[in-house]
């Protein structure tokens, strides 16, 4: 995370909100690249768990809680609907994109969801 340089001020709010604040910082350039592949090997996403030789193995959030130290409370997050509007100011301000560009796919994408 720290590689890629501090979120954008909104972004940075909800963080710390839900208390992952500390993860922003973290750093893993010393992780053991090989063992990394392994388990990415053995991920199977229509479960959400690793297939191993001894069994099938999930994480859980109290394994992320007892391995990063965070805080597992309550719901993570909650979200409100946004009209085409709303949605492309943020993501203009954000991610700094396209405004025309932006309103125009995310009315598309709107159009394709709702049906």
Known sequence: MSKLGLPHERIQVMIELSGLSGLVGANYDILDKGLLFAFVDKWHVETNSFHLPIEE???????????????????????????????????????????????????????????
């Open 57 to 115: 193995m999930t994480i859980t959030l109290d394994d992320v809680s007892s391995l990063l130290h965070l805080p597992i409370v309550c719901q993570f997050y909650t979200y409100s609907t946004l009209d085409v509007t709303e949605a492309t100011n943020l993501l203009v301000e954000a991610f700094r994109v396209d405004r025309e560009a932006t309103s125009t796919m995310t009315r598309h994408c709107k159009v394709v969801m709702c049906g």
